[in-house]
């Protein structure tokens, strides 16, 4: 059973004539661990895509589903961890309890809250910073924070919507790698929505390339490069290939 | 950024803040006594009139002022004016914080309305803010006139003229900080199925503390005022209003007794709005100092710490 599929989605904004046809067609199988992008132009629809498998926008047409359930299903048992541009701590509560907001919710108890937002902070290298506040972390801290709050409830998918875009290039680099070590640790599947090409072929094993009006899918590019992916592969001769095939499909659909 | 250089190159030889505070508040209240003497020296020397005669009968003099607090109120009287003016003042202040609490509560309450459903703001807001363009002056009577057929005590009707001024900065206040959270923050919620009610506990309410308790100081102000006005029609004999009032009558030969009065009443309101400072530090916890100071730069933070 694929962990994501999805089959001639297509979403609508608005009606008459203002309406914008942001997806058509989409068809996308996703296996469980994958790591896929999905990158493309500015309104290509790629974080409508991503909130249409999250439940937070519902389809105009097709069907999807997630690890079997419909999205609606699958966000009720909370299968999603999401994590956005913007980190979005909440800045009146420490690095700690941001952790465990979400834990917080589902009704874990205090001891089980404290252990996860501890081995969670450890995972993304924040240990020390528990007790700290959201405005006293970096940009990178913040989003790092945000990846241990997403993770914390175990969601089988993690949805992550352009997370580093935010970054300076070599913070940027930097949470890349970390991305992928909690990743082959965990082997969760991972959507993640970038409009960088080295980000997305660096990261994935899959890169789904969109175009834009309406936004559709042109081109899967599958990512055949060894993991572990470090500094070396940045500088791998088919890596620049993949980065050039990326480009190139990018652009026979501008 | 220029400001924060100087603290940091000053931080050696700083007094505590609240002396620095203290001292510019007695330094501030020096100077405006020292501006009230002045005005009437030297309008008196230079025989000036405009805008305001420079005599006792309508500018009396700062000590006078002091020495009217502490003599007795009335010819042969053993209360002197400052108790009976504190006295008028609890009075009206128990008037007032009902008042504020009603109108908290409904305000509140009327803001998350608001926020869950935009139907209900778009319809209702009109009359919301329709309610403050009507008179106090006008509603007053009216509500007097019904809690004396109910048999309720007047002064629980004055609370509630009280909370009809109160109540309306805290929704508009308290809606814009329930709305304050970026949309992202509310799909985070809704990732982690959270209920409604949670999310409102969660999120919405502590990003709204900030604005809600500048709303509370504003409605802590008014409540006070709306108060002193509802115990003119009342005919309260106990609070400021009337005290105000019979003093105001009497300004041409004893001007000292309301300059006295006008003091006291300020210190109310003062008090009151001190009491909510107090349990905003308390409650809302974990900011850096510098936006404590500052309530304004305080949401701005917020929604920078959200966003």
Redesign the interface.
């Known amino acids: 059973m694929s962990a994501v599929d999805i089959r001639g989605v297509s979403k609508v904004f608005g009606s008459g004539p203002g309406q914008v046809e942001a997806l058509k067609d989409i068809d996308l199988s996703i296996e469980s661990g994958q790591f896929v992008s999905l990158i493309g132009p500015s309104g290509c629809g790629k974080s409508t895509l991503l909130r249409l498998v999250g439940d937070l926008l519902p389809p105009t047409g097709g069907s999807l589903t997630v690890a079997g359930k419909t999205p609606h299903e699958a966000r009720l048992s909370r299968d999603y961890g999401m994590v956005f541009q913007q980190a979005t701590l909440l800045d009146w509560r420490s690095v700690r309890a941001n952790v465990e907001l979400p834990l917080e919710i589902m009704g874990a108890s205090a001891d089980e809250r404290t252990a996860r937002a501890e081995e969670m902070l450890e995972l993304v290298q924040l240990g020390d910073f528990g007790g700290h506040y959201p405005w006293q972390l970096s940009g990178g801290m913040q989003q790092r924070v945000a990846i241990a709050r997403a993770l914390s409830f175990k969601p089988s998918l993690l949805l992550m919507d352009e997370p580093f875009g935010a970054l300076d290039e070599m913070t940027r680099e930097a949470m890349q790698d970390e991305l992928l070590r909690i990743w082959e640790r965990s082997k969760r599947t991972v959507i993640f929505v970038t409009h960088s090409i080295p980000e997305a072929v660096f990261l994935s094993q899959r890169t789904v390339v969109m175009s834009r009006r309406p936004g559709r899918i042109t081109r899967i590019v599958d990512i055949d490069l060894p993991y572990p992916r470090d500094e070396d592969t940045r500088e791998d001769r088919r890596f620049y290939d993949k980065v050039t095939e990326v480009r190139e499909a990018l652009r026979e659909h501008e | 950024m220029v400001a924060g250089a100087v603290d940091t190159w000053t931080e050696g030889r700083r007094l505590p803040q609240w002396l620095r505070s203290t001292l510019w508040f007695v330094a501030i209240l020096g100077f405006l006594l020292l501006m009230w003497e002045g005005y009437k020296f030297l309008w008196t020397e230079m025989g000036w009139s405009w805008p305001v005669r420079p005599i006792n009968r309508s500018m009396p003099h700062t000590w006078d002022i002091v020495d009217a607090l502490f003599s007795p109120a009335r010819r042969g009287g053993s209360d002197i004016l400052l108790v009976i003016l504190g006295e008028a003042a609890l009075f009206t202040l128990r008037e007032a914080v009902l008042g504020f609490v009603i109108g908290a509560i409904v305000g509140f309450f009327l803001a998350v309305v608001f926020v869950r459903s935009p139907l209900a703001e778009r319809s209702l807001m009109p009359y919301v803010v329709a309610s403050q363009t009507v008179p106090i002056i006008a509603i007053a009577p009216m509500v007097v006139l019904w809690a004396g057929r109910n048999d309720w005590p007047q002064w629980i009707a004055v609370a509630f003229i009280s909370s009809y001024l109160t109540f309306f900065p805290v929704t508009i206040n308290a809606l814009r900080g329930l709305q304050s959270p ?1 949309p ?2 509310s ?8 209920t409604p009610n ?1 999310e409102l506990r ?2 919405l309410v ?2 709204a ?1 900030p604005y809600i308790f500048t709303a509370l100081k504003i409605s802590a102000t008014a409540s006070v005022i709306g108060a002193i006005i509802g115990e003119l029609p009342a005919g309260l004999p106990n609070g400021l209003g009337r005290v105000l009032l019979r003093f105001a009558s009497s300004f041409s030969s004893a001007p000292e007794k309301l300059f006295a009065a006008v003091i006291v009443s300020a210190l109310a309101g003062i008090v009151f709005v001190a009491a909510i400072s107090l349990a905003e530090r308390m409650i ?5 100092e510098v936006f404590q100071a500052e309530p304004e730069s305080l949401s701005v ?2 929604h920078r ?3």
């Open positions: 970026p992202t923050a799909e985070l919620m809704r990732s982690y199925a959270a949670q969660k999120l502590p990003a503390l809302v916890r974990a900011r850096p933070a917020t710490g959200i966003a």
